[in-house]
């Protein structure tokens, strides 16, 4: 539980807001006496503040006359004309309270209370931080604090006067300064001097109450600074002084203290102005140190002391240097060094130096090889890397050939010299992208290029591989004519062919036309051949020609057995395996037929002779040939 005396000297001084007053603390001032932030917590409402005020306490939105202790004033009046939507004010505390206030209607005192002792002919200093919350033109908070004696002696009345509002939030340091007689048992009044309704709304944090003293001046090493640093093990002695101006103490008393991160401390028996700092192998860490003054009797009470601002002596850690230079690189290309660990930089090298972090030397030499040296500073204290920076000779990449012509199905083997690592591109085609020698065995032409490096310095080259295409002949279908007829074969050729023809040439009118007319007496097999370039694949397709005899179909026999002309025949027939004959009379009557080998007819049916007259045939050849008609006469 927090001091009911500090809480409620901080609830005068949380009511005294406003515009940074003139009346602060000129000279040093102590450690608060208090310092009163409203505690913190998880829920979004503290607790009440108990007797010391007469207001209502409410966790939720205050009216007139009511207050809340809370993290933040979200949803509160959140209106357009209503309140600033605001968090607390404690520095690097999102869980600290505040205390919002919505004043009563009826101006006066709102707050009274008994302080502790505090010493006699001492000067202090109280503080707060106060905001308007009302985001429009309202009533205003106008908060006197008036500390007085018990007897009721007035030591200090002051007033804020009117506290503006603010288009954006703004908290506002308010703060006054009074001197205690012989009675030191006081009374603080906290008075509204404006009426509550539209307006008079305030938020409060971050109250002290703090000794106010001489003003004390601080110096090292007579040097007119309050900070220094050192390295890490490093060892030094630095001369502290303090200078106390406008003495307000009778008798003082002084005393050294120092603070390493755990609080103050006093540092035996140095009650001197002069203080005297040593260092052996020094401990990384920040060192601060001060000095306490007050009346001798008061100088271990720290309600009655005041402090100077405190001395800083840094130990810094050296910084870890790292330097680097992306190499090897080949000559004629571009160093890139870095390094990192510090703030500031500072390179040595063969022929070079430079403060940038990062470094480009371009147009690489032989003689930019070596260490490379970075001085890397930081917080004042330096530290060193090394890199050494390899220059290669460049590649100079040597092929068997550039350029070769192979036939489509044949290999042929690339050859690259000049480095460790090797890269074909494309890979189609290749027995081993990753070897020096590949088997090339494209299907098109194409064009190989070699990557060749040696583990820092990269070159190519290229093979283009010419592919010729094998000639690929087509003769066309085969084909049926009667003799005596011409027929026009033809003939396709692709691939990369250079010339072709036909043979045999018998009956072509043109062998070397693709297309060329054939009229052969019988039955024949021509053969197209399309010839590559470089004698690779010739392609050849043959077409086969049937020539059927010409067909002549008599009308006219007589079978009277003189020997001539006794039957009717078709010569041509004995040319096809399956004619089929057939002969009817005038009744449409079959009076012969004939399938297979033809067989002529003789003029009878069933072995006996017909009587002369007009007989009808139908002869079929075979698919290719329409069956043929017509009439015969037979005459005896």
Known sequence: MRNPF??????????????????????ALGDPVINFDFGSGTANFGQSLGSITNYNFVTGTPNDGEYTIAKNTFGMHNEQRGWHQITNHTPNDPSGYMMIVNASTNPG???????????????????????????????????????????GQILKAYSTQDI?????????????????????????????????????????????????????????????????????????????????????????????QTNSGTGWTDVSGETNTTYTATFIN??????????????????NSVICRVASAPIT???????????????????????????????????????????EKSPIITNATKAMAGDYVVTVTGNGCSSTATT?????????VTTNISETTICE?????????????YQWTPATGLSDPKSPNPIASPTETTVYRVSVSNGGCTNFADIKVNVIKNAVA????????????????????????????????????????????????????????????????????????????????????????????????IPAAYAFPNPIVKIFNRNGQLVYQSTGTFKPWDGKLNGKDLPPAVYYYSVYFNEDFEIFTGWINLIR
Request: hydrophobic content about 35%.
């Open 388 to 396: 050494t920076l390899t220059v290669l000779d460049p590649i100079v």
């Open 474 to 569: 087509n003769a066309g279908m085969d084909e049926k004519i009667l003799a005596g007829q011409s027929i026009k074969l033809n003939g396709k050729v692709s691939g990369d062919y250079e010339y072709f023809y036909w043979t045999p040439s018998n009956y072509l009118n043109d062998p070397t036309s693709l297309t060329p007319t054939a009229t052969p007496p019988t039955d024949i097999t021509y053969t197209l051949h399309a010839v590559t370039k470089l004698g690779c694949i010739t392609g050849t397709d043959d077409v086969f020609i049937k020539v059927y005899p010409k067909i002549v179909i008599p009308n006219t026999f007589s079978p009277n057995g003189d020997a001539i002309n006794d039957t009717w025949n």
């Open 109 to 151: 005192i709102f707050y009274q209370a008994t302080l502790p002792p505090l010493c006699s002919g001492t000067t202090y200093e109280f503080a707060a931080w106060i905001m308007n919350i009302l985001n429009y033109s309202g009533i205003k908070p106008n908060i006197t604090f008036q500390i007085e004696t018990k007897s």
């Open 409 to 421: 199905g044949s290999a042929i083997t690339l050859s690259a010299s000049g480095g460790s690592n």
């Open 313 to 355: 002596i840094n130990v810094n850690a050296y910084p870890v240097a790292v330097a680097e230079n992306f190499g090897p690189v080949c000559i004629g290309q571009t160093i890139q060094l870095n390094a990192s660990g510090g703030t500031s930089y500072s390179w040595l090298g063969p022929n070079f130096s430079s403060t």
């Open 164 to 256: 503006p509002e603010t288009t954006t939030p703004t908290w506002i340091r308010y703060s006054t300064t009074f001197t205690t007689g012989n009675e030191t048992d006081l009374v603080l009044k906290i008075i509204n001097s404006g009426r509550g309704g539209t307006g008079n709304d305030i938020a409060l944090d971050d109250i002290t109450f703090r000794a106010c003293g001489p003003i004390i001046t601080q110096k090292i090493n007579d040097s007119d600074v309050t900070n220094t640093s050192l390295c890490e093990g490093q060892s030094g002695s630095y001369i502290l002084q303090a200078t106390v101006s406008n003495n307000v103490y009778t008798n003082p008393k002084y005393q050294w």
């Open 282 to 299: 020094a401990q990384k860490g920040i060192y601060q140190y001060r000095l306490v003054a007050a009346e001798a009797q008061n100088i």
């Open 6 to 27: 500090k809480l409620l000297l901080l609830l005068f001084l949380s009511f005294y807001s406003g515009n940074l007053i003139a009346q602060q603390c000129a000279g």
